[in-house]
C-alpha cells in the first residue's frame, strides 16, 4: 500500500515510476512469444538421425536417442502428476510395466506388432490409473508416495508369480525380420513420436484450465477446492493422463527389447530416474524433464564408459546429480527461469 | 438464503460446535462473533464443506448443501476466505483469481489457462480493489494485506451470491481495515448477502445489522446489534461478568 501523501513528492514519484517499470516488466515476460527455431531444429535432427545408416553402422547412437526419447516421454508424463499436481509417484514404472505387457502378450499370442498396439497398452494403462488413483489420491504427502511404491511392490509379486505371463521367467517375443541395420528404426520413430506427444500434452496442460488447476492442488489443495476445483477428478484425470504415455512406451520397449520381464519393468530404478529427471531438470516446467532426461541418461552412459559398469558409476552419477542440485535447487531449468537466466528456447512455461 | 440447522462438529470430546442454528437473510451483511474457542471458524469450515460436520443441515437459497463436496458448494455461489490468508504462492495474482472462475465445462479445462473474458473480468476487480499492478506478481512475494485483498479478489471471481469473509480485519493495518469495509459495503450494495466472523467489536456494530452469537459451540444470542449489545449472556460470555455494553466495545477494540 503506498500512501503518497505524506512524503517527499520526488522520492514517491521515483518509487511509483520503478514500481512501474517492475510490473511493466512482470506483465512482459508473462507474454513474451515462444522460440520455436531450437525445437523446430531439434525435431528435423531427431527425425533425419537415422539416415546415418546409410553411412555406417550408428546403432549404438540410435539406441542411445532412443533410450533417452523414452526417459523424455517418461518423465514428461510423470511430471504432469509429480511436478504439475504436486503428488510424487515412485511407482510409476508401474504403468510402463502394464503397457509393456499389454502389447507384448497381444504380439506374443497374436502376432501383432506393438507399434500398432502402443495405444491399446496405454489406454489400459491410463485405466488402471484411474483406478488406482481413485484410491491412492485420496492421501496426500508422504502417505501418498508410500502407497505409490506399495502398488509397485504388490504389482511386482503379482507379475513374478502369474503363470500366464510367464511369472519371473517373463515372455520371449518374436524378434523382428528387419535387418539388423534397420532394426532399431521402427522402435526410434515410435519413442520419437511418443516423446512428442507428451511434451506436447505436458505443454498443452500446463497452458490450459486443467493444468491452473492441477498447479493449484500443488500449492494448496483445500484452496483449491474451495476456489471450485474438482480436485478429486482433476488429480485422477492427471494421473491417468500422465499413465497413458508411460504405458504406450511400456510397449514400445518390451517389444525392442523382444522379452518381457518383470525385472526389467517393476525395478525402482525406473520410478527413481523418472523422479529425479523432473527434480534435476526443473519439476513443474515443461522443458525440464527433458533436459533432466538427457542429463541423466547422458552422465550414466559418460561414466559407465569411463569408470566401468562397477559400482563407482552409480556413485559417481550421484555425486553429480548433489552438485547439480546444489546450485540449482529448483532444477536447472526452474533455477535458471527463477534467476531470468532461461534460455528462452527453454522457456515454455 | 443461508439456514444452518443443528450443525455439529466434534473433535473426540470436544463439542466445537454444538447444535448451532441460524438464518442469514438474502442480502444482508450479518456477524458470526464469540470469544475464541467459541466455534465460529469451524461452524464455517463445516458450512462451506471444508470440513465434514458431525451432523446437521445447511440449506443454501432452499437447497441442502451439507453432503456436497466443497468445490460444488463454491459453484451454487457461496464463497469464502481463510482466516490465515491461503494462496497459491507459486502462481501469479491474475492466476490466484483465475482459478476460482466459474467456467469449469470439459471444452473450458482444455482451453487457455486464463481466458481473454476471465483476464478482463480479473483486472476489473483488481482495479476496484485498486491492486491491479500487482497482477502479474507472484503470490509469494504480496505483504500480508495485499493477501487479504488478494483472497477478496479472488472470491468475487466466482460470482458468489454469498461470501463468508473469517476475519477480514485480522492483522490488516487501519487504513487498509477502512478499504476492506467500503468494499464490502460497496459488495453489499450491488445485492451480495455478506457473513463475517470478525473479533473487531466496532467494525462489527458499525458494519452488521445482524449478529449472532457463539460460545462453546452453541449460538447464545441472535438479532440486531442493539439487542445484541444489550444481552448479559453476550456480555458474560465475553467477560465473565456483567459489564457495561460500551466498555465490551472498547475493551474489544483495543484487543485487536
Redesign the interface.
Known amino acids: 500500500m503506498s500512501d503518497t501523501s505524506t512524503q517527499n513528492p520526488d522520492a514517491v514519484a521515483d518509487v511509483l515510476s520503478a514500481r512501474e517499470a517492475y510490473n511493466a516488466g512482470l506483465a512482459r515476460s508473462g507474454a513474451r512469444g515462444r522460440s520455436w527455431t531450437v525445437a523446430a531444429i531439434v525435431l528435423i535432427l531427431l527425425i533425419a538421425l537415422p539416415a546415418l545408416q546409410f553411412v555406417g553402422n550408428y546403432n549404438y547412437a540410435l539406441h542411445m536417442a532412443l533410450y533417452t526419447l523414452m526417459y523424455v516421454a517418461m518423465a514428461s508424463s510423470w511430471n504432469i502428476l509429480g511436478g504439475y499436481t504436486g503428488y510424487v509417484s515412485l511407482g510409476h514404472n508401474v504403468f510402463f510395466c502394464i503397457g509393456g505387457y499389454v502389447s507384448g502378450m497381444i504380439l506374443a499370442k497374436m502376432g501383432v506388432s506393438t507399434l500398432i498396439t502402443a495405444p491399446l497398452a496405454g489406454l489400459v494403462a491410463a485405466a488402471v490409473g484411474v483406478g488406482v488413483g481413485t484410491i491412492t489420491l485420496r492421501m496426500r504427502g508422504p502417505t501418498f508416495i508410500i502407497s505409490s511404491i506399495a502398488l509397485l511392490m504388490i504389482v511386482r509379486i503379482l507379475f513374478d508369480n502369474w503363470g500366464y505371463v510367464g511369472g519371473a521367467n517373463g515372455v520371449t517375443l518374436p524378434v523382428t525380420d528387419l535387418d539388423v541395420r534397420w532394426a532399431k528404426i521402427p522402435y526410434y520413430y515410435a519413442m520419437l513420436v511418443i516423446a512428442l506427444l507428451a511434451v506436447v500434452a505436458s505443454y498443452r496442460i500446463k497452458h490450459s484450465k486443467f493444468g491452473l488447476g492441477l498447479r493449484a492442488i500443488s500449492q494448496d489443495e483445500v484452496k483449491a477446492e474451495s476456489a471450485g476445483i474438482d480436485t478429486a477428478t482433476y488429480k485422477v484425470a492427471a494421473f491417468a493422463v500422465s499413465a497413458f504415455f508411460v504405458g504406450m512406451t511400456g510397449a514400445i520397449w518390451g517389444e525392442y527389447l523382444t522379452y518381457l520381464r518383470p525385472n526389467i519393468f517393476l525395478i525402482i530404478l525406473v520410478a527413481a530416474y523418472m523422479v529425479l529427471m523432473c527434480i534435476i531438470g526443473g519439476k513443474g516446467t515443461v522443458t525440464g524433464p527433458i533436459v533432466g532426461a538427457i542429463l541423466i541418461v547422458a552422465f550414466n552412459e559418460f561414466f559407465a564408459a569411463t569408470l566401468g559398469a562397477s559400482e563407482i558409476n552409480i556413485l559417481a552419477t550421484g555425486l553429480i546429480m548433489v552438485l547439480v542440485l546444489l546450485y540449482f535447487p529448483l532444477g536447472v531449468v526452474g533455477t535458471l527461469a527463477q534467476k531470468g537466466r532461461l534460455p528462452r528456447f527453454l522457456d515454455w512455461d | 438464503m443461508l439456514r444452518v440447522e443443528g450443525l455439529c462438529k466434534h473433535f473426540g470430546g470436544i463439542r466445537a460446535v454444538d447444535q448451532c442454528s441460524f438464518e442469514i437473510a438474502k442480502g444482508s451483511i450479518s456477524a458470526l462473533i464469540g470469544p475464541n474457542g467459541a466455534g465460529k471458524t469451524t461452524a464455517f469450515n463445516c458450512i ?1 464443506r ?1 470440513m465434514e460436520p458431525t451432523a446437521g443441515k445447511v440449506w443454501l437459497d432452499g437447497k441442502r448443501i451439507d453432503h456436497l ?3 460444488k458448494v ?2 451454487l455461489g457461496l ?2 476466505t ?1 482466516q490465515i490468508t ?7 495474482v491474475l ?1 490466484n483469481l ?3 472462475a ?3 465445462g470439459f471444452a ?7 481466458s481473454e473474458e476471465e483476464r478482463a473480468k480479473a483486472e476489473e476487480i483488481l482495479d476496484f480493489l485498486g491492486i491491479s ?5 507472484q503470490a509469494r512475494n504480496l ?1 500480508y ?2 493477501r487479504k485483498l488478494m483472497d477478496f479478489a ?1 472470491l468475487l471471481m ?1 460470482d458468489p451470491k454469498i461470501i463468508l469473509l473469517d476475519e477480514p480485519a485480522g492483522g490488516v ?1 487501519p ?2 481495515l477502512d478499504d476492506i469495509v467500503e468494499h464490502i459495503r460497496a459488495l453489499h450494495a450491488r445485492g451480495l448477502t455478506v457473513l463475517i466472523v470478525e473479533h473487531n467489536m466496532e467494525l462489527v456494530m458499525s458494519l452488521c445489522e445482524h449478529i449472532v452469537v457463539m460460545a462453546q459451540g452453541r449460538v447464545i444470542a441472535d438479532g440486531p446489534p442493539d439487542a445484541i449489545k444489550a444481552n448479559p449472556e453476550v456480555l458474560e460470555a465475553y467477560l465473565g461478568a456483567s459489564t457495561a455494553a460500551e466498555e465490551t466495545s472498547d475493551a474489544e477494540a483495543a484487543h485487536v
Open positions: 462451506s471444508t463436496k466443497p468445490h463454491t459453484r464463497s469464502r481463510f491461503r494462496s497459491l504462492e507459486d502462481l501469479t492466476e483465475c482459478v476460482q466459474t467456467s469449469h473450458r479445462l482444455v482451453g487457455p489457462s486464463i499492478r500487482l497482477a502479474y506478481e505483504s494485506g495485499q479472488a466466482s493495518n487504513r487498509l
